[in-house]
């Protein structure tokens, strides 16, 4: 049973822009801190954003000004916005909730050409 919904990755050129999403359940969502990680071929998986509290982040310091977490609660939602994308940002996203039990997302694919 999936209980971490990604989506949004995809191909885009360096400088752009994607949005990942997150989807999951009410009680996931209320009960765990939600954040971002990723993985590039060949490396350990990373954290890259999450949250730290009801509304305070934290980011990897390789997207910071670059990348912002939000969250939509009412849809039970977590956001990742990537700008000025760079083509080591190319790797899989996954979507984690941090708390009595963890949760992955099947991870979403991000290339940024050059």
């Known amino acids: 049973q999936v209980q971490l919904v990604e989506s949004g990755g995809g191909l885009v050129q360096a400088g752009g822009s994607l949005r990942l999403s997150c989807a999951t359940s009410?009680?996931?969502?209320?009960?765990?801190?939600m954040g971002w990680y990723r993985q590039a071929p060949g490396k350990q998986r990373e954290l890259v954003a999450t949250f730290t509290s009801s509304s305070t982040t934290d980011y990897a310091d390789s997207v910071k000004g670059r990348f912002t977490i939000s969250k939509d609660t009412p849809k039970n939602t977590v956001y990742l916005q990537m700008n000025s994308l760079k083509p080591e940002d190319t790797a899989v996203y996954y979507c984690h909730a941090r708390g009595p039990t963890d949760y992955w997302g099947q991870g979403t694919q991000v290339t940024v050409s050059s």
């Open positions: 009410r009680t996931i969502f209320m009960r765990n801190f």
